[in-house]
């Protein structure tokens, strides 16, 4: 029997050298690899995890630049940057947002109701996105709050500026308002800014403030701060300041303005006023007006409801926004289309009987006896509506069109405004695209007294005008300079209208207001002469059953129902300066509600003279701005 050989101590000797090779190579490799990552992590990515460590006690903030002014053509303020306190809070640095939210409403007035808001904010936003507590704050809240920093994780105290209007409502129209950025301007918008992402940040949201918005912005600026292990600010690193947005001057005179609304108030109106020779716009009235104070913060439920509930419809702006049938004030372009064609001379008569008999249907004058044989000058100065029916026919609506356009009407006026309305010269194209409906020989001569189809606002009543006195295609301009740079005058061209047939338009404008037999006579000018047009537009026909109730007059009817009043005017007449347009909504005659405010608009506008502009000085900004400053 064998027997299994035992092991020598040369044999176990080997085997244990062996494994220690193993092992010790093993650990050889794993003091590689951990001396390999400790080098890439020690020098390598040093930077990286410097910065990410940096990052830790070091916030980047976007500092917001002062917003442009705007100022009025004698350098009056028609905004401020007024200085306010405001708390922010950045829910990934909050440990418990509701809870902080409960411990600074103990420092500050914070409602509960506002805290829901602020929360339900915060829901909305990403973590690191701040969101606005509150603003508007004294001084004595901004000072407790921030000695109470390190119970209030998150919560960050700013002072920022706020937009003020300081003429009220005097401009709400013209200049519009500022307002938060809110989900729906983001979703609006291509604009990838980052200022629109600061909370509560306020962007233009009507008017100029609206329309040249990144004009007046501005960029934005950077603030490096450290703060602590709590997110308390222990010091500001360094600073890159912001880029303040540009100062606007616009060409329209406060004082006249505000006169001009004062004159509308109780209506729902507009009027314009505007220099003939160079273009620019010195007032620019809506009524009735609002406060754009109210929507800087937000405007609240009740306020707006009562904005938007008001049948006179304060919040549009009916001098380019509204468009109307111009009525009579259309008149001239109809008579000089006729002199420009050849169709009609200063002398030839048309018999007006007081009506018009028209593919079957009878077209009256506004004078149901008529007004007898009457030339050009006489209808105008008459308003005989059959002369113009007349007149309409033989020249055909393409080119009564072409002549209104050749004047503004139906043109959009380039000015910076929203929602600028470009009215309508209707052409047969136009009615067949658009109604599906071939154009009827009644649409001409409807045409021919300014009602159907044709509309105008009346800013492009008050350019028609301008260019009838002037015999230029001068053009609408709101914008004198943007900071130092001066926005051209357009349109200084000469009209292609012979200049006698000018002449002849403006000698039946003249007697308008100025011949004892003129629709307007009771509306002349006292110390210079104006000439002019009056108009009156139907809303609604008086119905056989109004009739048979005894309501005959447009005076008895729904405030809704009545017509509209117009007049358009310029002067002084032997030299023009001004043109001006007014229109009341549902005013009835024209020659009774429009034409009394235009001439007390005409000789406001004389008086003041308009001879030039204000300064604007470079620091005017920053001394406005310093003039809110809190103490």
Known sequence: MKHKKSPTDKDFTSRISRRALLLGSGQLGLAGVLGWRMHQLGVKQADQFRLLAEENRVNIRLQPPARGLIYDRSGNPLTLNRQVYTIEIVREQADDPEEVLRRLAQLIPLPDSQIQNVLAEMARRRAFVPVTVATGLEWEHIAAVSANSPVLPGITPQLGLNRQYPRGADFSHVVGYVGPVSDYDLSQTNDKDPLLLIPRFQIGKNGIEAKIEQTLRGKAGLKRIEVNSVGRVMRELDAQASTPGTNVQLTVDAELQRFALEKLQGQSAAAVVM??????????????????????DGISVPDWNALNGNKYRPLANKTVQGTYPPGSTFKMVVGLAGLHFGLINERERVYCPGH????????????????????????????????????????????????????????????PLPAVREGLAPTKDWKKRVKQEDWLIGDTANSGIGQGFVLASPIQLAIMTARLASGTQIEPRLVNMFDDKLEPVRGAEKLEFDPRHLDMVRAGMYDVTNHTRGTAYRSR????????????????????????????????????????????????????????????????????????????????????????YGPLPSQKRNDLRLREEPT
């Not at 273009?279 to 800087?296: C, M, R, Y």
């Open 356 to 415: 018009m008999e028209i593919s079957g249907r009878r077209f009256h004058c506004w004078r149901r006896g008529g007004h007898g044989n009457v030339n050009l000058r006489e209808a105008l100065r008459g308003s005989c509506d059959v002369y113009f029916y007349e007149l309409a026919l033989r020249i055909g609506i393409e080119r009564i069109s072409q002549v209104a356009r050749t004047l503004g009407v139906g043109i959009r006026p380039d000015i």
């Open 275 to 296: 220099d003939v020779n160079n273009g620019d716009i010195l007032a620019l009235a809506s009524a009735p007006t609002f406060d754009p104070n109210k929507f800087v």
């Open 525 to 612: 000018l006292k110390d210079t002469v104006m000439a002019g047009k009056t108009g009156t537009t139907q809303v609604r026909a008086i119905s056989k059953r109004e009739r048979e109730q005894g309501i005959i007059k447009n005076k008895d009817r729904k405030w809704e129902w009545r017509d509209h009043a117009l007049f358009v005017g310029y002067a002084p007449f032997d030299n023009p300066r001004y043109s001006v347009a007014v229109i009341v909504e549902h005013g009835g005659g024209g020659s009774a509600a429009a034409a009394p405010i235009a001439k007390l608009v005409m000789e406001k506008a004389i008086e003041l003279g308009q001879s030039g």
